[in-house]
């Protein structure tokens, strides 16, 4: 029989998982997505995505795309698979492409929002799904650092030891800081992010925002490419996946610029 080729939008909460990628243990966003993809097409299904997230990093973009020998209209790998997930996950399209797609590899770009409650009491409703730190933070002098990161630059210094990337140069078109009411807004955008890149840049980034270091300290570690010199790696609850974006030769939604950006609790 012919294999088909569907890609898939997938939202999740990061915090009823751990992580994206599959383990033993089975409590895996993939794990999941597979198990219920497999029950609708009525054969094993294996996935590959734009992004694999570390355990407490939520999603509203995700990538994904797996092939089958099943015919099943698209409303089936959504509604279908959906009555067969957990609450914490959802796939919010479904489309047909040809063998060239490719969830990761083909991808232009990816875009991840960090959220920081910043108060003096952590948050309740939203643990799990915000970051928080307690001292009065300067998004404007934040800001200033952030301008240091967009261009093509060697990211040694926000990676983490794990990471297995074969270069540590990625390309960032948008660092960005802003406040809203007691929430800090971290959005980011580049071609690739190394191993806990986001989450490092963001503890830099707090660090300028509380006074102890100035903005030009950036700059300094990004030329340092010493990881050993920044600061320690930021909580995941606040990360999102929220961009990413492909050529427009695949009737992806957007037209291939797939963006949801998650504005929860931002007042």
């Not at 088909?4 to 243990?25: K, M, N």
């Not at 209209?73 to 279908?80: D, I, N, Q, S």
């Not at 799990?128 to 800001?143: C, I, Y």
């Not at 809203?180 to 980011?188: S, T, W």
Request: proline content about 7%; some cysteine; aromatic content about 8%.
């Amino acid at each position: 029989m012919a294999v088909v080729r569907v890609a898939l939008g997938i939202e999740y909460a990061g915090d009823a998982f751990e992580g994206w990628q599959s383990q033993p243990h089975g409590r895996t966003v993939q794990d999941a997505v597979e198990g219920a993809l497999g029950a609708i097409a009525g054969e094993p299904v294996r996935t590959a995505v734009a992004g694999r997230t570390d355990a407490g990093v939520h999603a509203t973009a995700q990538v994904a795309h797996f092939d089958t020998t099943a015919r099943r209209p698209e409303t089936a790998w959504v509604r279908g698979v959906n009555n067969r997930l957990p609450p914490g996950v959802a796939i919010r399209w479904a489309v047909e492409v040809d063998e060239s797609f490719h969830a990761r590899y083909r991808a232009r770009e990816r875009g991840y929002r960090y959220l920081l409650f910043n108060a003096p009491v952590r948050p309740a409703v939203l643990a799990g799904r915000v970051g928080w730190f307690h001292l009065p933070l300067d998004e404007a002098r934040m800001a200033a650092a952030a301008a240091y990161l967009p261009g093509e630059r060697d990211f040694s210094a926000f990676r983490a030891a794990s990471c297995q990337a074969k270069t540590p140069v990625r390309i960032v078109s948008e660092a960005s800081v802003r406040r809203d009411g007691n929430m800090i807004v971290f959005d980011f955008r580049a071609n690739g992010f190394l191993h806990h890149m986001v989450r490092n840049l963001v503890g830099a980034l707090v660090c300028v925002g509380r006074g102890a270091r100035p903005p030009a300290w950036i700059g300094e570690l990004l030329a340092s490419r010493d990881r050993a010199r920044a600061a320690p790696t930021f909580a995941p609850d606040g990360l999102y996946l929220c961009a990413v974006s492909y050529p427009p030769c695949w009737p992806l939604p957007g037209g291939g610029r797939i963006i949801v950006r998650p504005d929860l609790a931002l007042t």
